[in-house]
């Protein structure tokens, strides 16, 4: 296939409101995937996903195979955790994760065989029932950090028909390159599950949206997705502005579909479904050998890591036992985030466990994560300027202050994604992304009364 000219591209249908330019830094886009050997033992906490969570069901003593089941829940939003290494429950404990909520775990010593669940087959998937259980049974959530269920989002609402489904490859949060690396070295794999998807949920039409700093990974795409299966052109690849943050599945729906989700509605309230671009790699790769989520590939940067590369981790290992494989730190780090620097959540330590939905670890410097002091506001106005969700940060932080709970409600303050596009626009340093979380939690409180 010959190299993609710009007007063979799909171009973005509609462009959404607000949104910052941020340095990309993507050092690792060139970086292969490494594979990380299975480390001495491994943490599988119970709820890396958005819903119920599981209960372990394996005892202190048991041996396990890689990928079999270890936890599991009765609730429909939830997915099931498997062990990501083979060898012995150590021990079933609890761990404090970094949003605050306190889970069970399994602790496996590993053998250092990763001997497979000999029960381990292919699952069947010949129509949307069978596409949903597997999901289900794969543990798989949404691994561009939102830990959704994805069986739970495949579930079709009757009152709600699909005819849209959006694959989320822009990866606009600066350093991750974890996305990019999928689409460049299995992109075979994500366009297998974008046809299963497509033969299977009855969408009429597959946008795969890259932001444009990826030439390369929208050129990959596209010399697949123009081959000869789309005979009936449904499936388009559509390179869209690097404009953080054009991966929030509103911005993403509203700039690739032209469809603006309503405050409190999801993107199937509009026809849409959305799936990171890793997500639906790994439901192919599923399908074809029935091994569940246990590891998954990690961006490691920040100018505190030895070498920055993109690894492919087993899920449950430590952060410590990543950055040393990755050279160990290059100098003492002041900051260590889950995620990018933009929303993602700062460690007090390195020994928590890498998460399902963990997409990257960053390890910054001293001397690049001194906190700047806030000083007053000036009413510029450019975070309302960026705020994608239409937000005004600068009023809210006052009603929080005044403890306004009814003017934030009304405000709407609960659409905020806490995206961080207004602080990083503020020139007078205002620490706006806590004002908000602080004005949702008003709000939440104020409603529950
Ligand atoms: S953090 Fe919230 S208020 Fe600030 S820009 Fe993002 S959505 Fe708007
Ligand atoms: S960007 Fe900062 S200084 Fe400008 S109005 Fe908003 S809070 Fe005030």
Do not use: W
Request: contains cysteine.
């Amino acid at each position: 296939m010959g190299k993609l000219r710009l007007e063979e591209a799909l171009r973005p249908a509609g462009r959404s409101r607000g949104g910052v330019r941020v340095p990309h830094q993507k050092n690792t886009a060139t970086s292969q995937t490494v594979e990380m050997p299975p480390p001495e033992r491994v943490v599988l906490p119970m709820q890396q996903h958005i819903g119920a969570a599981c209960t372990p069901i394996v005892k202190p003593g048991e041996h396990v195979f890689l990928g079999q089941k270890i936890g599991d829940s009765g609730g429909f939003v939830s997915a099931p955790v498997h062990a990501s290494v083979s060898g012995t429950v150590k021990a079933v404990g609890e761990l404090l994760l970094p949003g605050g909520q306190r889970v069970k775990t399994v602790e496996i010593q590993s053998d250092g065989e990763m001997q497979p669940d000999p029960a381990i087959a292919p699952p069947k998937a010949e129509a949307l029932s069978d596409l949903i259980e597997a999901a289900r049974a794969s543990g798989l959530v949404g691994l561009g950090g939102a830990g959704f269920p994805a069986h739970v989002k495949l579930t079709p609402n009757p009152g709600k028909p699909i005819d849209t489904l959006i694959v989320n490859g822009a990866e606009c949060e600066p350093f991750i390159t974890s996305d990019h690396r999928e689409a460049l070295e299995n992109g075979a794999d994500v366009m297998d599950g974008v046809y299963t998807l497509l033969r299977l949920t009855g969408v009429q039409r597959v946008i795969i949206a890259i932001e444009d700093n990826k030439p390369d990974a929208i050129q990959a795409l596209y010399d697949i997705a123009a081959s000869q299966r789309d005979t009936k052109h449904q499936v388009f690849v559509m390179p869209m502005k690097s404009r953080y943050p054009m991966g929030a599945e509103k911005v993403l729906v509203q700039n690739a579909a032209g469809r603006e989700i309503p405050m409190g509605q999801l993107p199937a309230d509009v026809g849409c479904l959305v799936m990171n671009i890793t997500s639906v790699g790994f439901l192919a790769r599923y399908l074809k050998t029935g091994m569940p989520l246990v590891s998954k590939r990690i961006t490691v940067d920040g100018s505190a890591v030895g070498t920055p590369c993109n690894l492919r981790v087993p899920i449950g290992a430590s952060i410590a036992d990543v950055i040393a494989f990755c050279g160990g730190y290059r100098e003492e780090p002041g900051k260590i985030l889950m995620g990018g620097p933009m929303m993602g959540l700062a460690l007090v330590d390195d020994s928590l466990p890498v998460l399902k939905q963990n997409n990257a670890i960053l390890a910054l410097a001293q001397r690049d994560c001194k906190p700047e002091k806030a000083t007053a506001c000036i009413r510029c106005g450019r975070c309302v300027a960026a705020c994608p969700m239409g937000l005004m940060p600068t009023a809210a932080e006052r009603q929080v202050k005044t403890g306004d709970a009814s003017a934030l409600e009304k405000a709407g303050v609960s659409a905020c994604i806490e995206c961080g596009s207004c602080a990083f626009s503020c020139p007078a340093k205002r620490p706006l992304v806590q004002s908000m979380r602080l004005a949702k939690e008003m709000v939440r409180k104020a409603a529950s009364r």
